[in-house]
């Protein structure tokens, strides 16, 4: 926005009755764009009002179109930003009385929406890189299905956007490249070929995410959904820790209050859009905060049908959540809390995967949600539950392992191709903005594994006497050591034998001990449960695990035995196998095997 502009703006509010206090300046510098200021000490609550009359809602969308919703206001603004000739309801031209305005708003938010392919690169293996693809589509459609529309035709002549139909009927088919160049590049430049192309919607799309508010602060009487523009209030800048009101009076003109009432010379008036970490900052509204302990990081997990439905059957401990579920509005009113409380999910609920937010500053909380989740994917058939020892350490290594992934994932460098290098521009502040936003997401991966880690701590701790390591065994029994681990394996040359991992060679004590009935008394527990394993299952082995014992005992038996006969059966490996499947877990740190007691 120019300076000139601005005056424009300010000089028609003022024209327009929008009241703003007097100790107060916009001014610009070019950190921080335009904002606001304090001209003095503040001793009182600073108190901003606008008229009814120069609010842009969903009523003036269904004047002029005959619809209000939320998409049909996203065209009112594309026609009155794009559209040569007159907007008009009630006799007055709304694009003329609204002009101030319009020429105000940014040429265009910086949004990864209308990144270019260069630029998208530096949000690679992130959350929002992954998503941008999704989400352009969902406000491709939004936009498709209004054009598409027969009876909506009397508001466009659709020969003139049959390319940007097109582009959404091949949108699988499209790369981003071509997308960006026929498509999103108007967007950014803001030079739409006609109002109601995509382009046009595109634009008007992000001004509406990054600077619309409820209506319903206006109008309790509305749609919960609807949303408004709010000229000049919508310039303060956003801070989470600011103190700030948002009302209306009895003529249904909005009221901000700044209620720090501590401000001096100099210092910015602000707004506070919410609790928002920077994922939602950048996609919404195009900027980001330094070290913003907002932030968080989402995980997606898509889950069967008929897990989900177990679970919101049979285990109402386990919270299966949305994006609804971190969703508020600015004032939530008791209506929605309530609604929010008693409305009872259904796996239809999660079509698009159940969603976890996990907060840098206070993991933990979301970390146990997960860790019931996880333990419940990790538990064996039969009796085991999720709140089982054994399934708790398997879900919290599967966790781990996941967090550990996603943040090397993430770590990894840009690829431009020298296409890219040569075709497209690198925006700084956009680079800035990726960097700080990737910055942050690591910063809630470690923060998590951190957690993790203290929280399996405190398990290994609790539960000590309740699991037994190879080098416990190794220890504490010397006859497996000295004399039945050779028997096993009579007629192999036993420089053959090599064990890669504590899984093997678990596998083999469990074998030894069961063969010759020798577990010591201090793990006669074991043995126990080897038994009881057998009796409850019989001979109803896992294919998976008929599988992977038939690969283990033809690499150390089979191919390696002189013997007609090796010393060790098919089935006892099978067993062992089994076993250790429902007995033990694996932690990802040392890729140490571990065997629980029940």
């Not at 003022?14 to 904002?35: C, S, W």
């Not at 989470?240 to 009221?255: G, L």
């Not at 996609?283 to 070290?291: D, M, Q, W």
């Amino acid at each position: 926005m120019s300076l000139e502009a601005l005056d424009s703006l300010l000089e028609w509010g003022q024209q327009n009755h929008v009241k703003i206090p007097q100790n107060v300046e916009f001014v610009y510098d070019e950190l921080r764009g335009i904002h606001c200021k304090s001209k003095d000490m503040v001793t009182d609550v600073l108190k901003f009002e606008l008229p009814h009359n120069v609010i842009l809602t969903g009523v003036l969308a269904e004047k002029v179109f005959g619809t209000n919703n939320t998409t049909w206001c996203k065209f009112l603004l594309a026609k009155l930003m794009f559209d040569k000739d007159a907007t008009l309801c009630d006799g007055t031209d709304l694009t003329e009385k609204f002009n101030p305005y319009l020429n105000a708003l940014p040429k265009v938010v910086n949004s990864p929406l209308v990144w270019n392919p260069r630029e998208l690169e530096l949000l690679r293996n992130t959350n929002l890189g992954n998503s941008i693809r999704g989400k352009l589509k969902s406000i491709y459609k939004e936009w498709y299905d209004v054009v598409s529309n027969m009876t909506n035709k009397k508001f466009f002549e659709v020969e003139t956007i049959s390319h940007d139909i097109s582009c959404y009927e091949n949108f699988e088919h499209i790369s981003s490249e071509r997308m960006y160049d026929d498509i999103l590049s108007n967007t950014a430049n803001k030079s739409p070929a006609v109002w109601y192309s995509f382009s046009a919607f595109l634009w008007s799309h992000l001004i509406f995410t990054s600077r619309a508010f409820p209506e319903y602060i206006i109008n309790p009487e509305c749609d919960p959904f609807s949303v408004m523009l709010l000229p000049i209030v919508d310039l303060l800048n956003h801070d989470y820790q600011a103190k700030a009101e948002w009302s209306s009076n009895e003529d249904r003109s909005f009221c901000y209050k700044n209620l720090n009432e501590n401000l001096k010379a100099g210092d910015e008036v602000l707004n506070n859009y919410g609790a928002k970490g920077n994922e939602e900052l950048l996609s919404g509204y195009g900027f980001v905060l330094e070290n913003n302990i907002c932030d968080s990081l989402l995980l997606k997990l898509k889950l069967p049908d008929d897990t989900i439905r177990d679970i919101l059957d049979y285990e109402p401990d386990i919270e299966l959540l949305t994006i609804d579920d971190y969703t508020t509005f600015a004032f939530e009113t008791e209506m929605a809390q309530k609604a929010n409380a008693t409305n009872k999910k259904t796996v239809e609920n999660f079509s698009d995967g159940i969603i976890y937010l996990i907060n840098v500053q206070n993991p933990r909380a979301t970390v146990l949600k997960l860790l019931k989740l996880f333990s419940y994917l990790k538990k064996c058939s039969g009796k085991e539950s999720h709140k089982d020892l054994r399934a708790r350490f398997d879900g919290l290594h599967t966790l781990r392992g996941a967090i550990e992934q996603n943040l090397s994932a993430m770590k990894s460098e840009p690829v431009f191709t020298e296409n890219y290098r040569e075709k497209y521009d690198l925006n700084e502040y956009r680079l800035y903005c990726a960097s700080e936003y990737r910055k942050g997401q690591e910063q809630v991966l470690k923060n998590t594994i951190s957690e993790i880690r203290a929280i399996e701590k405190e398990w290994l701790k609790e539960n000590k006497h309740s699991l037994l390591s190879i080098n416990k065994i190794l220890k504490n029994d010397t006859q497996f050591a000295e004399n039945e681990l050779s028997s096993l394996f009579q007629g192999i040359d036993q420089e053959d034998v090599a064990f890669e991992s504590t899984f093997d060679l678990l596998i083999i004590w469990i074998v030894a001990k069961a063969k010759y009935a020798s577990f010591p008394s201090k793990y006669e527990w074991v043995g126990k449960q080897f038994n009881e394993l057998h009796r409850v299952i019989g001979d109803a082995i896992d294919i998976d695990v008929q599988n992977d014992a038939s690969a283990f005992y033809e690499e150390f038996f089979t191919s390696k035995s002189e013997a007609i006969l090796p010393p060790v059966t098919l089935d006892e490996i099978q067993r062992a196998f089994m076993f250790v499947k429902y007995n033990c877990f694996t932690r990802v740190s040392s890729d140490e095997t571990i065997l629980v007691k029940k």
